[in-house]
């Protein structure tokens, strides 16, 4: 009983002390990142401004100036969004064929999608840049979409058919009672049931697209370079832009920071393929 | 039957995507490793342009074996993924354990820690390399210096201030150094990591099995032997995938590398295969060719794990 009492003591104190610790610990990068966006570039480097500085905003009125920072922003919101979309677009006929007209190879269909996600991206880099660039479609938005929509397909493919899988296949198959047909199935019976699932696996694809960093950092140099090339090409700032490069750094992280707090049980569903539960 | 045709018919679209996505670099890389194709070369000007009658069998692959640096990137590689994996491993254990029961806050302390998670790979390393790890702007360098200050300080003082000039001057480090660039990948990774596996690990305690836990503090079990035969081999399935999905991962881990040290001494095998694909094409289809080979050892487990549960 001694150390039944012992272990509740700890959980009294010791268990939120220790855990606000190690989370404000994890949290510190970041919070160190959006408060030195909020300096000058030379106060930034100043032992003496560590905590106490004029908190200035020109860092983030200067993103434009200094980095072209909408350019990248937007080419990153117009790739991740189309991408999304058009994984959805091929992903959910895909998920619905698989979950209610499944055949025996079904499995290994599914299993042969995620093999594809093992492959490491590296292995293809040059044919890659060589088809890329004979097709002229190199540092173009298109060819973007295109490889974030395959990258994150099985993924979408793969989520989605645990989603469909939990509707009874009745509800589906009344409708054909009815006369509807697939398409009609698709669209007015199975999109609206499945609308919680379809939404959480487009907001985690869109997640993943925005933090690509090989596939858009090789494949681009201008056109459609999106922000992980942006700071990828600012890699080495010296200390001496630490100030305007937290402040580029913030605009591009936050928002998807902000949305992955809203769907970190579907992130485990998403990267782990089900096999945890 | 044939009303079911249509159905099956939908899921071709994305089969044939992912089929010609995966199927034609992939054949081409497995091509190019068979042959000399080198994309600067005056002197062998036919070497230039890939084709059959450039057939080097596997000379490429003896190549890159032979080669100095392909030992040192599969080692660093090596060094890499297993460090990350132990230490988010266990971090990602204990944090679980902690925060699983219910305190003050606690739905704070999970968003807090989960945030890395979704920086991007590019702005992590730019942040852990400047703004953290600098040895002078940095906060490494900031802290080191303050500490060396203090005992300056302490060094005056009148009867203590022999004891404390026999301590070190501390000097920070470099982590864009070639013997220390990797540790400074695998803190940021770690850092970005150890959030995935306390999620899983937590999703996974949530379906542990209470009553068997009551019985177990009734039988009078304490905190470590309740931990040791009843959480940690609930866990031992979870562990398997975390470590496996992140080898995947971690071993096709570019942009960390490419920003803290552009693969000064700190090459891994994706940014081997990215040096060689400036010029030695064959040889940068061969270690693709290894590093797909690498990653399939890994995957196949990964697969067979996943494949178990997928049709429940």
């Known amino acids: 009983m001694a150390i039944v009492a012992q272990s509740s003591r700890f959980g009294t104190y010791g268990r939120p002390v220790l855990a606000w610790a190690i989370g404000l610990l994890f949290f510190f990068p970041i919070f160190w990142m959006v408060l030195t966006s909020f300096k000058t570039d030379a106060d930034a480097v100043k032992p003496e401004f560590l905590f106490t500085f004029t908190p200035t905003l020109e860092n983030y009125l200067n993103m434009t100036a200094n980095y072209d920072y909408w350019r990248f922003a937007t080419n990153s919101v117009i790739t991740s969004v189309f991408a999304t979309l058009f994984s959805l677009v091929v992903g959910i006929p895909a998920a619905y064929a698989m979950a209610f007209n499944p055949s025996r190879a079904t499995k290994d269909v599914l299993m042969w999608m995620l093999s594809t996600k093992m492959l490491p991206a590296a292995a293809v880099l040059y044919p890659m840049t060589f088809l890329t660039k004979s097709l002229g479609l190199f540092d173009t938005h298109f060819l973007v979409v295109l490889v974030l929509c395959l990258i994150n397909l099985p993924i979408v493919v793969w989520m989605l058919f645990t989603y469909f899988k939990e509707i009874p296949k009745d509800i589906i198959e009344a409708g054909k009672m009815d006369g509807v047909n697939t398409w009609g199935e698709i669209r007015e019976i199975l999109i609206p049931l499945a609308w919680g699932g379809i939404a959480s696996t487009a907001l985690l694809a869109f997640i993943f697209c925005w933090n690509e960093a090989y596939w858009t950092v090789r494949l681009t140099t201008t056109d459609a370079a999106t922000l992980s090339k942006l700071i990828e090409g600012n890699r080495a700032p010296e200390g001496l832009f630490f100030g305007r490069l937290s402040a580029v750094s913030t605009a591009a992280v936050g928002p998807i920071v902000v949305l992955g707090w809203f769907c970190q049980k579907q992130l485990v569903k998403g990267l782990t393929f089900g096999a945890v539960k | ?312």
Not at chain 2, 53 to 81: H, T
């Open chain 2, 1 to 312: 039957m044939s009303d079911r045709r249509l159905p099956r018919l939908l899921q071709t679209p994305a089969v044939l995507l992912l089929l010609v996505w995966m199927l034609v670099p992939l054949s081409m890389t497995l091509f190019f490793s068979f042959i000399r194709y080198v994309l600067n070369n005056t002197i062998r000007p036919e070497w230039t342009t890939p084709s059959l009658s450039n057939w080097r069998g596997f000379g490429n692959y003896e190549f890159v074996l032979n080669s100095k640096d392909f030992v040192l990137a599969i080692q660093n590689s090596l060094l890499i993924v297993c460090s990350i994996l132990f230490l988010t491993v266990i971090f990602g254990v204990l944090i679980a354990v902690l925060i699983n029961k219910s305190f003050p806050g606690q739905g704070i302390v999970r968003v807090l820690l989960i945030s890395p998670f979704f920086v991007m790979p590019a702005v992590n390393a730019v942040l852990w390399i400047n703004m953290i790890l600098d040895p002078v702007l940095g906060l490494q360098g900031i802290a080191v210096a303050g500490i060396n200050g203090i005992v300056d300080n302490l060094q005056t003082m009148p009867v203590l201030g022999g004891f404390f000039s026999l301590w070190p001057d501390f000097a920070p480090i470099s982590f864009r150094a070639t013997q220390t660039s990797a540790y400074a990948v695998i803190m940021m990774v770690t850092w970005q990591w150890t959030p995935f596996a306390v999620l899983i690990f937590m999703t996974s305690l949530q379906s542990e099995d209470q009553q068997q836990k009551e019985a177990a503090i009734l039988d009078g079990a304490g905190l470590w032997s309740q931990f040791r035969f009843l959480t940690l081999p609930h866990l031992g399935r979870p562990i398997a995938i975390v470590v496996m999905i992140q080898a995947i991962f971690h071993l096709s881990l570019y942009a960390e590398i490419e920003i803290v040290s552009r693969g000064n001494g700190n090459k891994n095998l994706p940014y081997l295969i990215g040096e060689f694909a400036n010029n030695n094409i064959g040889a940068a289809s061969a270690t693709g060719i290894f590093a797909v080979i690498l990653a399939n050892i890994v995957a196949i487990f990964l697969l067979r794990m996943i494949g178990k549960t997928l049709m429940e």
